[in-house]
Every structure is written in structure tokens, then in C-alpha cells.
């Protein structure tokens, strides 16, 4: 498997480049890898870099973006955060992955059974983690279907959240950076949601 230069990466389109991801990602599940050299590929990205996808997941250490979507060194920015929340930072880093490096699609990843996620149903308050939690709570007032055992036990209530926070987590980007949203409307970057299922190892794309 060949790292991405800047030719091949100006080639792609953000169609294509979430086509790749899938494709990893069922090679993943099938527990089949790509034919690829990392010490090669090391060499190969001493001069510079040309990932084609920005990932923005959970810190989970079952969420290893490069792992589950079966890509090397060099073929996307990888940002992690608890609940793969959205901040400046992040933001700005997304819009350095798009605008000045070229990547043509910003994945927002959820997972299930996620910790940050269950902390927010539960109104868990520790030190810092309370703000990074606090960002979670509109996906929580966002679910309406659950009207009773709104906590982290309950696995449906925490399946819907977690999609909510990945669809609100998209809109927020949108909103904050003109940058990007410029990009989408050019049909030079495309933006989508997902989740990771921690049980089996797939991903599933949402369609909106």
C-alpha cells in the first residue's frame, strides 16, 4: 500500500476518500490488513504529509482511528478528545488539515459504550472533565424519545445521545468555521458522522 503524495491526495475526491475509509474498515472487521511497509512509509513522509481524511474521535483506547479504518502513517489526521467533543483547538486544527494540507473529508466519530457519554447521562462532575462532559448536554436535551431511566444505564437512551453529540458535533463545526463551511459548499470537503461499535468493530455511516 503507498502513501499518499500530493498528487494522488489532489486526485481524490471527498466521495472517494470516505470510500476508503469503508473499505478500511471493512477490512478491519474481516481482520484483513493492507500489504503496507510503516518503516517505508516513514521514509516515505520525511519530507511532508498528504492525508486525504480528518477524524475527529474519542479518546477510548479501543477508538485508534489509523487502526479501525486499516491506514498508515501519513494518510489522516487523527484528533482525539473525550466524547469527541468540539472546542477551538480542534476546530482550528480541522481547518489547518483542510484548508492548508487538503484532506477532503472530516469524519466526526462516535463509539458505543462510551464512557464520556454515559458520564454526561449521569451528571458526573470531576475537575475538568466536567466542562469537556458539559459539552455533551445538548445531545442529551436533544433526545426525546426516552421518557423514563434517562441515565447511563440505560443502553438505548446512551446509543441515542451518542448519536445526537456526533450530529450536533457536525453542526457546531459548520457554524464555527466559515473556512470549512466554504470548502463544503466548493464540493472540495465533505463532513459526515459516524459511530463505532466496540462489540464487532464496525462502523456505521450515518446517510444525512
Known amino acids: 500500500m503507498y502513501t499518499h503524495s500530493k498528487e494522488t491526495q489532489s486526485k481524490l475526491t471527498p ?6 475509509l469503508k473499505e478500511g474498515n ?26 486525504f481524511a480528518t477524524i475527529l474521535s474519542c479518546m477510548d483506547s479501543r477508538t485508534s482511528a489509523e487502526l479501525i ?3 498508515g502513517l501519513g494518510d489522516i489526521f487523527s484528533i482525539r478528545i473525550a466524547g469527541n467533543v468540539l472546542n477551538e ?20 466519530l462516535g463509539h458505543t459504550k462510551c464512557g464520556a457519554i454515559v458520564g454526561a447521562c ?3 462532575e470531576l475537575g475538568h472533565l466536567t466542562t469537556v462532559l458539559n459539552k455533551v448536554k445538548p ?22 445521545v451518542t448519536e445526537n ?11 464555527q468555521s466559515p473556512i470549512i463551511s466554504e470548502l463544503i459548499a466548493e464540493n472540495k470537503l465533505k463532513i459526515v458522522g459516524g459511530v463505532y461499535d466496540v462489540d464487532n468493530g464496525g462502523v456505521t455511516f450515518f446517510n444525512d
Do not use: C
Open 15 to 20: 466521495d472517494l476518500a470516505i470510500e476508503i
Open 26 to 51: 471493512d477490512r478491519f472487521v474481516k481482520n484483513l490488513k493492507a500489504n503496507r511497509n510503516l518503516l517505508q512509509q516513514v521514509n516515505e513522509t520525511k519530507t511532508g504529509q498528504f492525508p
Open 69 to 71: 479504518f486499516d491506514q
Open 89 to 108: 483547538d480542534i476546530v482550528g486544527s480541522m481547518e489547518f488539515a483542510t484548508k492548508v494540507v487538503g484532506t477532503k473529508a472530516i469524519v466526526v
Open 122 to 124: 449521569n451528571n458526573v
Open 139 to 160: 445531545a442529551i436535551e436533544a433526545e426525546k424519545t426516552t421518557t423514563e431511566n434517562r441515565t447511563g444505564s440505560n443502553a438505548a437512551f446512551v446509543n441515542n
Open 165 to 175: 453529540n456526533v450530529r450536533l458535533t457536525i453542526e457546531q463545526i459548520k457554524e
